[in-house]
């Protein structure tokens, strides 16, 4: 009897090592995240909302559409411009990312009628009142960081690399992040970041992901502030994967354009 | 009374049982009492108007000045050690639960515009490494209106790591509170300062807490000293043992039973409840003095223990009780007062009072009974102090009008004095001295303080966004950083200014609110809600001001919140925005000031009832306004003293009223008293009725008034400066009050009592001596 369990066992795991994709490295997984585009961020159009929850409850929305152009992989230009609320209809923001530099960031205000740009460190700042921060969606605590495989784990039904992950930088607000990407697509189901103190901050959470001509998206998503108390709620209801989006469109020129 | 004296001498081991199990549930429940100095305390009570706002202003942006500080001084606080110093603090504290928040210049954001470029996000995102970059840095920094005084000193020498307690401290307990310095100076202790940098732990909360103790310890300290000062003058008296343990058993049951029933209100001991106990013991030493010594003279007239113990008792169990009766009800009268601090102060000092004269009746013939009596000749007055008190009259007589005349002109002169005497509670200034009270007034010069004013606005949701609203706001808030108690001032219309500047390329001229509601909308938007949170709701339908100051005292704050009112008053008119003027400074010291006011209004009425209890038991309106003349000089000499050393009155000072009221009349009673009897017993010559009666109550009320005011001279070692003024002026007023009663009752009487139409003896026989 326990000769035939044995060999039952084994047959197991020689089925389970003949299923099992080909052993990836940290980075490989990182590089396999960074050519996704989650967010339709990087070669997309996209039409979103997000619902920002404060700790009392409250909530509002903001909704925008964002064009981006994959231009030096990983890179990408975005430019985001509001719709709601009525406040910031109009503005808009123009995100150039650069591969040793800081990013280029200018923002349109319709009612001082021309753009600045935006220096400084404000990658820990909150994007817009959200709880995504810029760092969160320009990906550099990803690109510039060391990566570590911890052991596989699930979440959900879907088995998932799980990594750690330290930034290099010295501006970023995470000590490090832990991910859990999704096997078959390599889209981060979620995501959870730590601050300097080493304090969980935020975790972010897919909700739904959906396959558009090819590519996966994470169409539902949500961000928790733990220490704030504070949640957003993001929601892309139209995305359409692009790479035809001319470089014009990425303009302080287009960004003032209403 | 003699039966129930027998009755209690014939069950006396029974009596001592319940006696035992009494006190021991009373130290039981004792042990529960909670010694807390909290300016809550004084103010957080259900029928006090300004706690709604306060309370809805708390649960939205918290206690705007409630962080633990750690105050950082040094040659210059952005040298890179003290800026890693500073770095390695915060991030030692940030993970902390006490903490909700951790504010630093290494945490710190901003923004500033430069050329055509807005430079936000974190102050210092890395540290800077070259001497160029800390310029930078600096000047960044001591330019933002919102670092400035907040976070950084104009001259670069100090600088705060501001740790935000998760409870709001306004709101916190004394525990929460010690918990979140602990934790601070734990991360002190890890992180030993570089050379040339000091750092002291300060804010609200040390303030708190350092009061706290320091009220501990003047329990401690005071009630012995209180104590030994009252077996001293028990010695001198009596010299034996038993002639101190007695009087000291009687009273001390009493403020034991007193504890236990106080603890059972579950009331903190604050810095008023803190005076019970030395009250207690004073006021109720007094009586089993006079009942021992009664005692004694019996014993010395040869009867037998129980016998003199039930004459003694018999003889002064009527005057004990009325004389208690008038002091229980002058500190009754502080019941009807509003704040519970002032109301549960009268209630508990009078069941006290009430308490010692039981124990006098009770305690006091049964340990009389059990303990050997002490050596004769113990009691009694002294020759010495006879013969001054009647070469004193031999020497005022001749000159009763005069002294009538003065008496009045003083009390005349006295009371216009004390009419202009200001009301001024104050804080800070109260705290005890040492390093934290140092560290709280470098805090106020460098940065900021630790009391705080909120002007709070409240409108329709997105009315913070709109241009006028912030133009109001910002005109309030220019007005209050002109005051030269402020030093520093906050608001929403700063921040927008703030962006509005850099995104005009830095601009001075435009550090202005901008002129559309969508500008502003978008200016905010920008903002990390972490950020933005401390400044407005989040549907920017509430805002405030903040401003942090120096403590000069309520007066200040009174004279501000009238001007800032107005200013809102103007500048608000027709905007829809409601205003309220809150924070612990608005809020606390409007309580603080309530209760001085309340304090003086008790002892308004304290003195109005015992006038009264005069009129009905000596049937006399003349001897009621007499004792008017004679107690209200001694009050009116504390007055007179407040003025001279430019002490305000607070609730600490006010206290003197209370504490002396009780003995205040009571040398009055006795005199007037004495006088009808000695008219009803047919002496008919005015001169030689007064000058005895000076003589039989003189000595005894000379040692109960010293007795008083050794009591309460023990306050003059608290480590609060107005518990020590409150030791001086119950001094002033309870020795003056003998003198008064000597001088100003005699003449007084001798000028216009009705001597002619003096009572029969028959109808003296029910009047009190």
Same mark, same amino acid.
């Given at each position: ?6 060999s ?13 994709p ?34 009392? !409850?409250?909530?509002?929305?903001l909704?925008?559409?964002? #064009?981006? $152009? /994959?231009? *030096?992989?990983p890179? @990408? ?61 320009d ?16 979440? !959900? ?8 992950? #330290?930034? $290099? /930088?010295? *501006?970023?607000?995470? @000590? ?25 901050l ?57 | 009374?003699s ?11 029974w ?18 009492l ?58 030692e ?40 970059e ?60 570089p ?55 009687a009273?001390?049951v ?27 013991l ?8 006079f ?51 002032v ?10 009072v ?5 124990t ?32 004193a ?17 003083a009390?005349?002169l ?6 202009k005497?200001?009301?001024?509670s ?20 460098k ?11 409240e ?31 906050v ?53 405030h ?21 107005a200013?809102?008053d ?9 205003v ?19 304090l ?58 209370s ?12 005199f ?13 010559d ?84």
């Open positions: 009897m326990r000769r035939v369990a044995f039952l066992a084994l047959v197991f795991s020689a089925a389970a090592q003949a299923d099992a080909p052993a990836m490295s940290a980075q490989q997984v990182i590089d396999k995240v960074l050519e996704s585009d989650p967010w339709g961020l990087s070669g997309a159009e996209v039409t979103a909302h997000a619902v920002l929850k404060d700790k009392r !409850g409250a909530t509002s929305e909704a925008f559409s964002a #064009r981006s $152009k /994959r231009y *030096d992989p890179l @990408s230009k975005s430019l985001v411009r509001f719709s709601a609320p009525a406040d910031l209809a109009g503005a808009g923001f123009l995100q150039v990312q650069k591969r040793g530099d800081d990013d280029d960031r200018y923002l349109f205000m319709p009612d001082l009628k021309k753009s600045r740009r935006i220096s400084g460190n404000l990658r820990a700042s909150a994007f817009m009142g959200t709880d995504f921060s810029f760092a969160d969606l990906r550099r605590d990803l690109r510039e960081a060391e990566a570590t495989l911890l052991a596989d784990e699930n979440v !959900g039904k879907f088995p998932c690399f799980h990594l750690e992950v #330290r930034p $290099k /930088r010295g *501006d970023s607000q995470y @000590s490090r992040a832990e991910l859990w990407v999704r096997k078959d697509s390599f889209l981060p189901l979620k995501w959870t970041m730590y601050d300097k103190a080493k304090v969980l935020k975790t972010l959470t897919a909700d739904e992901v959906r396959r558009v001509n090819g590519h996966w998206f994470i169409t539902k998503s949500h961000m928790v502030n733990h220490l704030e108390n504070h949640r957003t709620d993001m929601f892309l209801e139209q995305v359409k994967p692009r790479d035809d989006i001319p470089d014009d469109d990425f303009t302080v020129r287009m960004l003032e354009k209403i | 009374m039966r129930v004296v027998r009755l209690l001498l014939g069950h006396r081991v009596v001592a049982l319940l006696l035992v199990a009494s006190l021991a549930a009373s130290v039981r429940s004792a042990l529960r909670d010694v807390r100095f909290q300016f809550r305390d004084f103010y957080d009570y259900p029928k006090n108007p300004d706690m709604e706002v306060f309370n809805r202003y708390s649960a939205e942006f918290g206690d705007p000045a409630g962080f633990v500080v750690l105050l950082v001084e040094a040659e210059d606080v952005f040298h890179r050690d003290v800026l890693e110093y500073i770095q390695a603090l915060t991030h504290l940030e993970p902390e639960k006490v903490f909700s928040h951790v504010r630093s210049l290494t945490n710190a954001n901003i923004i500033y515009g430069k050329e055509d470029e807005v430079v936000s996000g974190a102050l210092l995102p890395v540290l800077p490494r070259t001497p160029e800390t310029e930078q840095v600096r000047r960044v920094a001591t330019r933002s209106s919102l670092l400035v005084r907040r976070l950084v000193a104009a001259d670069s020498r100090a600088t705060a790591v501001l740790a935000e307690m998760r409870t709001p401290a306004a709101l916190a307990s004394i525990g929460e509170q010690r918990e979140a310095i602990a934790t601070a100076r734990r991360a002190l202790a890890r992180h030993p300062a050379a040339g940098v000091h750092v002291r732990v300060t804010g609200g909360p040390v303030a708190e807490v350092e009061s706290t103790d320091s009220l501990v310890h003047d329990m401690i300290v005071l009630l012995p000293v209180a104590l030994l000062l009252i077996l001293g003058a028990l010695w001198i008296t009596f010299r034996s043992l038993q002639g101190i343990v007695l009087p000291l058993a009273v001390g009493a403020t034991l039973w007193t504890a236990g029933l106080f603890a059972l209100l579950r009331h903190p001991v604050d810095i008023v409840g803190s005076t019970m106990p030395v009250t207690l004073v006021y109720g030493v007094v009586d089993p003095i009942v021992l010594s009664r005692f004694l003279q019996k014993i010395e007239a040869g009867r037998t223990r129980d016998d003199a113990i039930v004459e003694a008792q018999s003889e002064l169990a009527l005057p004990c009780f009325l004389t208690s009766l008038t002091t229980a009800l002058g500190f009754l009268s502080f019941g009807t007062a509003t704040l519970p601090t109301a549960l102060y009268g209630c508990t000092v009078a069941i006290g009430s308490l010692s004269w039981v006098t009746v009770t305690v006091l013939p049964l340990l009389l009974s059990v303990l050997p009596p002490p050596a004769s000749g113990a009691a009694g007055g002294s020759p010495r102090i006879d013969r001054a008190i009647a070469g009259w031999a020497r005022m007589r001749p000159r009763v009008r005069p002294l009538v005349a003065a008496a009045c002109a009390l005349a006295g009371a216009a004095l004390g009419w005497q200001h009301i001024s104050i804080y800070v200034g109260n705290l005890p001295k040492g390093e934290s009270l140092d560290a709280i007034h470098v805090l106020e010069q940065l900021s303080g630790v009391v705080r004013t909120v002007v709070y606005f409108g329709e949701p997105g009315a913070m966004k709109r241009p006028e609203v912030l133009r109001a706001i910002a005109a309030i808030d220019a007005f209050a950083e002109t005051q030269p108690m402020v030093n520093t001032s608001s929403l219309a700063d921040l927008v200014a703030e962006e509005n500047q850099a995104f005009h390329g830095g601009d001075p001229a435009e550090h202005r609110v901008p002129p559309t509601t969508a500008l502003v909308a978008q200016y905010l938007a920008l903002l990390d809600p972490s950020d933005l949170s401390d400044f407005v709701d989040a549907a920017y339908a509430k805002s001001i903040r401003i942090l100051s120096e403590d000069p005292g309520s007066e200040a704050f009174r004279k501000l919140r009238q001007q800032l009112q200013k809102c103007q500048h608000l008119k027709g905007l829809g925005i409601r309220a003027l809150t924070g612990t400074a608005m809020v606390g010291y409007g309580a603080l000031d309530q209760i001085v006011v309340e003086l209004e008790g002892f308004v009425l304290a003195f109005a009832i015992i006038v009264l209890f005069e009129l009905i038991m000596f049937r006399s309106l003349r001897i009621a306004l007499i004792s008017v003349v004679s107690n209200l000089l001694p009050v009116v000499a504390s007055f007179v003293y407040l003025r001279l050393f430019h002490i305000s009155l607070r609730m600490d000072t006010a206290l003197f009223l504490v002396s009221i009780g003995g205040l009349f009571n040398t009055t009673i006795h007037a008293a004495r006088v009808r009897q000695r008219v009803a017993e047919g002496a008919r005015p001169d030689e009725i007064i000058g005895h009666a000076m003589r039989a109550i003189g000595p005894p009320a000379l040692f109960t008034a010293v007795i008083l005011s050794l009591g309460f001279a023990s306050f003059m070692l608290s480590g609060f400066s107005g518990l020590r003024a409150l030791g001086t002026l119950s001094m002033i007023t309870l020795l003056s009050g003998f003198f008064s009663d000597m001088i100003v009752t005699a003449a007084l009487l001798r000028v216009f009592y009705r001597w002619e139409s003096a009572p029969p003896a028959a109808a003296q026989k029910r009047s009190v001596e």
